[in-house]
C-alpha cells in the first residue's frame, strides 16, 4: 500500500507539472497576439464617428434655413445648434476635429501597411459573392481580423465619402478663396448639390453600419477594447 500510494502521489505531481507546462506557454502566446484594433485605430475611429455625426446633425439644421431641393426639409428635433449660428459653430468645430484627426487616421493606416493588408485585395466579382452571402444570412463573421468583400467596399466608399464631404463643404464655405474647388465641382449651386449627397451616403451608411453592429456585437467589443 505504501508503494502505490507513493507512485499516486508521483504520478500525480507529473501530471499537475505537465498542464502547468502546457498552459503557461498558450498563455504567453496570447499576450502575444496583437489586438485585432490597435489602439491608435481604435481613438481615431471614435473620432472620426463623433465628428461625422456631429457634422451631420449640425449640417441638416444649416440646411434647413437654406434647402437645396424643394419639400426636402429635415424635422428639428434630429438637428443640432437650436438655430443657424449655433448649427455653424457645431459644424465647424467638427469639421476641424474630422480634419486633423482623418490625417491622422489615413496616415498612420498607410504607414502601417493596414490599409493595404486590410481592404485589398478587392473586386466586384467577390463584393457580389459576400453581399449574396450576406442577403442569404451565410456569410461568415468567425474571425473579425479579416473584413468580407462588402465591408472593405463599404469603408473605402465613406472614407473617400468625407473627403468629398470636407472638399465640398470648403468650396461652400469659401467660395471666394478656393475658386478652383469651387469649379471643380460644378460651382457654388452644384457643391451645395455635392455636399448634401455626400451627407446622405454618410447618414446610410452609419444607419447600415449600426445594424451590422447590432448583428454582430463582438465587432463592437472589438474596437473597444482592441479583442
Given at each position: 500500500m505504501p508503494v502505490r500510494d507513493e507512485f499516486t502521489r508521483?504520478?500525480?505531481?507529473?501530471?499537475?507539472?505537465?498542464?502547468?507546462?502546457?498552459?503557461?506557454?498558450?498563455h504567453e502566446t496570447a499576450q502575444r497576439i496583437?489586438?485585432?484594433h490597435p489602439l491608435w485605430l481604435r481613438i481615431t475611429h471614435w473620432l472620426n464617428a463623433l465628428a461625422a455625426l456631429i457634422m451631420m446633425f449640425s449640417g441638416w439644421r444649416i440646411y434647413d434655413a437654406s434647402p437645396v431641393f424643394r419639400g426636402i426639409v429635415i424635422p428639428p428635433s434630429i438637428t443640432l445648434g437650436g438655430w443657424l449660428g449655433?448649427?455653424?459653430q457645431w459644424h465647424f468645430a467638427a469639421m476641424?476635429?474630422?480634419?486633423?484627426?482623418?490625417?491622422?487616421?489615413?496616415?498612420l493606416n498607410i504607414a502601417s501597411g493596414r490599409l493595404v493588408a486590410k481592404f485589398f485585395p478587392l473586386s466586384p466579382r467577390a463584393v457580389l459573392h459576400d453581399f449574396i452571402a450576406a442577403a442569404s444570412g451565410k456569410l461568415s463573421h468567425a474571425?473579425?481580423?479579416?473584413?468580407?468583400?462588402?465591408?472593405?467596399?463599404?469603408?473605402?466608399?465613406?472614407?473617400?465619402?468625407?473627403?468629398?464631404?470636407?472638399?465640398?463643404?470648403?468650396?461652400?464655405?469659401?467660395s471666394v478663396q478656393f475658386p478652383l474647388l469651387r469649379e471643380l465641382m460644378g460651382g457654388y449651386d452644384n457643391a451645395r448639390i455635392v455636399h448634401f449627397c455626400a451627407m446622405a451616403l454618410m447618414a446610410a451608411f452609419v444607419?447600415?453600419?449600426?445594424?451590422?453592429?447590432?448583428?454582430?456585437?463582438?465587432?463592437?467589443?472589438?474596437?473597444?477594447?482592441?479583442?
Open positions: 508521483i504520478r500525480r505531481f507529473i501530471t499537475v507539472t505537465d498542464m502547468e507546462t502546457t498552459l503557461a506557454p498558450t496583437p489586438p485585432i449655433g448649427a455653424l476641424w476635429l474630422l480634419v486633423f484627426n482623418g490625417i491622422v487616421y489615413l496616415g474571425d473579425l481580423r479579416q473584413y468580407n468583400a462588402v465591408q472593405k467596399l463599404a469603408y473605402l466608399v465613406v472614407i473617400a465619402d468625407l473627403v468629398v464631404l470636407v472638399l465640398s463643404g470648403l468650396a461652400i464655405w469659401k444607419v447600415v453600419h449600426v445594424a451590422m453592429v447590432a448583428l454582430v456585437p463582438r465587432s463592437l467589443l472589438t474596437m473597444l477594447r482592441g479583442r
